[in-house]
């Protein structure tokens, strides 16, 4: 069974601090990993994509890593403002063509930054 | 906006009533998929139109459950005589063919059923 599993469920630091959100995953095969990073009460919005031949890539202060060997990824934060406050989802994709056919996704990370 | 949207952004209904949510997806994509996502946990997938063609149904999209996009525009979802079960956010998300994987989520819709 495809599935994703993302650690730690739940994360508190303080503001200024680096963090980095872990995830698993067993999804065969692979095309695609996303982090997306959904506010409180609001839709996910998409941090990074990569394909099978990339990784890493970053967004400003956040960078993603992909080891497609060992069928792990992480999401780096860098120098953490109280805005990056969010849980955090990591989704794999089999497909490149986008249907959502075994897209999986894990259930968050919940970060929170305190002043 | 140029986003997605969604509408209502809450709804609370008591058990039994029908309830119908609305999605406008960007307005170039062709793909619409509609979520479902309880508290704590990921979203789940219910089902997606490519333009106004339904292509797919999670095990999760109940007979009470059903999708339309008519026109290959915007897109309803109708939970018909709603269960305590059904409380949930409701996000919809398009993508346009060429990216299919960049989907682009709306607000969604929270569901309360009393």
Known sequence: KNQV?????????????????????TVSPFSNL????????????????MT???????NG?????????TKQSSLHITASQLSDSASYICVVSPHSGGGADGLTFGKGTHLIIQP | DT??????RH??????????????????HNRLYWYRQTLGQGPEFLTYFQNEA????????????????PKGSFSTLEIQR?????????????????????????PGTRLTVT
Do not use: H
């Open chain 1, 5 to 25: 599993e993302q650690s730690p469920q739940s994360l508190i630091i303080l503001e200024g601090k680096n963090c980095t959100l872990q995830c698993n995953y």
């Open chain 1, 34 to 49: 996303r982090w997306y990073k959904q506010d409180t009460g609001r839709g996910p919005v998409s941090l990074t994509i």
């Open chain 1, 52 to 58: 099978f031949s990339e990784n890493t890539k970053s």
């Open chain 1, 61 to 69: 202060r956040y960078t993603a890593t992909l080891d497609a060997d």
């Open chain 2, 3 to 8: 986003g997605v949207s969604q509408d209502p």
């Open chain 2, 11 to 28: 709804k609370i209904t008591k058990r039994g009533q029908n309830v119908t949510f609305r999605c406008d997806p960007i307005s170039e």
């Open chain 2, 54 to 69: 339904q292509l797919e149904k999670s095990r999760l999209l109940s007979d009470r459950f059903s999708a339309e996009r």
């Open chain 2, 82 to 106: 709603t269960e305590q079960g059904d409380s949930a956010m409701y996000l919809c998300a398009s993508s346009p063919v060429s990216l299919a994987y960049e989907q682009y989520f709306g």
